[in-house]
């Protein structure tokens, strides 16, 4: 059952909370045990919280627009009582004495929380490898990874343990797990979405977005998380128009651009099939396609690499076994315990990109490497607004191949980032994007479209993606 199905039977009395949650929970007991989305359940408090719902709807109360839906959400975002590790071993044991604004919407929503999805660790990575707790299957293919880092949501949804899951994309980690794994993932305009409660990455790109399992839902969970929050300033007030209206618009005459440079080397062919075949369905219910070029894409990964590492290395010295999770031998000197800790408590992954960003903020390096990125994401911003001049949204593939095997990239981190180059763009220039299935390979491996369109108009973006998916309804995988 889809987000919409859910809460609008639970409001009518057809369907109880109770029994949406406890559906959900038994999906999860039948398949996590294989997939291991989750990291958590909170199977208790979300039973509790069910029926309490259904309490308030027997009194004749309102409910909300998620009423009874039950959501997973990313280990990156905060809940209160519940364990939030950003599948960290320095994180481990940390429980949140607040909820991040995100899911406090959520809940206010009636939305029902189900449990804590893996992720790679602090969302750096692309395949949910990097969790310090075990990897993340894509149920499409156990031998693949699901993408990441929101692996276990896209998973979550994907195997119908959840309609629907909150994850944070800074690179491409909503949109990217989305396309691997069937499922609709969308990234917010840079501001729409408050990250209070997130724990940060990169400050200057981290977004929360949905996940669902039709674009309808994930309109209507980012119609309940979007708005300001006087918690995160950089939240836009912005008027938020109707999200779920904008799914079955016409789509006749909405000029669509297609972009050259994505369609280019070590882009898999059956991939670059795939969103042709989307494309064309586009144009068919009457988008007019149009050729346009970003010229400064191959730049992205590069800069992305630089200022995403940049910040991850100052946002993540808050973790000096002080204030928060895991504490290597408090007999040690401070400095030594501090060592001791990081050293103990941080992955691979998460050690090279805090020596990376570092490096690029290091005196004598900061100008050839910082502020250079950042200037080159200028460029990368005014590529599209020019291209917006001539379209309304730009398309394109999310990720140049389907999903992987576990292991492939692994070794290889340039390999691995590689695989972000077509989401990267969009973070940089903090605009709105969302992966929506298109026809899967000839394997059966999913495929996703990549829309793109201008600041703040998710609205035309939604309203492409129901037409995309209107021409490819997607299977379960299970
Ligand atoms: N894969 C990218 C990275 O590793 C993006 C991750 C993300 O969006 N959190 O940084």
């Known amino acids: 059952m889809h987000v919409a199905d859910v809460a609008d039977r639970v409001a009518r009395g057809e369907l109880t909370a109770e029994a949406a949650c406890a559906r959900s929970l038994e999906a999860i007991a039948a398949k996590d045990g294989a997939l291991h989305a989750f990291l958590h359940v909170a199977r208790d408090e979300a039973l509790a919280a069910a029926r309490a719902v259904d309490d308030r709807r027997r009194r004749g109360e309102p409910l909300g627009p998620l009423a009874g839906v039950p959501v997973a959400i990313k280990d990156a975002i905060c809940t209160e009582g519940l364990p939030t590790t950003a599948a960290s071993k320095i994180l481990r044991g940390y429980v949140p004495p607040y909820d991040a604004t995100a899911v406090a919407r959520l809940r206010a929503a009636d939305a029902i929380v189900v449990g804590k999805t893996n992720l790679d660790e602090f969302a750096m990575g692309s395949s949910t490898e990097n969790s310090a707790y075990g ?20 998973v979550a949804v994907a195997a119908g343990m959840a309609p629907c899951a909150l994850g944070s994309d800074t690179g491409g980690s909503i949109r990217q797990p989305a396309s691997l794994t069937g499922t609709v993932g969308l990234k917010p305009t840079y501001g729409r979405v408050s990250r209070y409660g997130l724990i940060a990455f990169a400050s200057s790109l981290d977004q929360i977005g949905p996940f669902a399992s039709d674009v309808r839902g994930a309109a209507r969970v980012l119609s309940v998380l979007a708005g300001r929050d006087p918690r995160d300033a950089t939240s836009l007030d912005a008027a938020v128009p109707d999200l779920e209206a904008a799914c079955g618009r016409e789509v006749r005459g909405l000029r669509v651009g297609v972009p050259d440079e994505y369609f280019a080397e070590g882009l898999a062919p059956e991939v670059g099939e795939s969103v042709r075949a989307a494309l064309r369905a586009l144009e068919e219910r009457g988008c007019v396609l149009r050729p346009v070029r970003l010229p400064h894409t191959s730049y992205a990964v590069a800069t992305y690499y630089v200022l995403a590492t940049a910040e991850a290395s100052s946002n993540l010295a808050r973790y000096d076994g002080v204030r928060y999770g895991l504490r290597v031998d408090p007999r040690l000197d401070l400095r030594a315990m501090i060592g001791a800790t990081r050293d103990a408590g941080f992955g691979a992954e998460v050690k090279r990109r805090i020596l990376l960003g570092t490096f690029v903020l290091s005196s004598g390096y900061y100008d050839a490497y910082y502020l250079k990125a950042q200037k080159v ?69 999913p495929v996703g479209l990549h829309v793109v369109a201008r600041p703040l108009e998710e609205a035309t973006m939604l309203s492409v993606a129901a037409a995309c998916e209107a021409a490819f309804p997607c299977a379960s995988p299970l």
Do not use: H, Q
């Open 377 to 445: 994401r200028t460029l990368l911003r005014r590529d599209f607004d020019d291209v917006f001049r001539e379209v309304d949204v730009v398309c394109s593939p999310v990720s140049p191949t389907p999903a992987f095997k576990f292991g492939e990239k692994l070794a290889d981190p340039i390999a691995m980032y590689l695989s972000d180059v077509y989401t990267l763009p969009a973070s940089l220039a903090g605009l709105p994007a969302m992966s929506v299935p298109c026809a899967p390979t000839r394997a059966g491996l």
């Open 135 to 154: 990897v993340t299957r894509n149920p499409w293919d156990p031998s693949r990874t699901p993408g990441g880092s929101s692996g276990g949501s896209a």
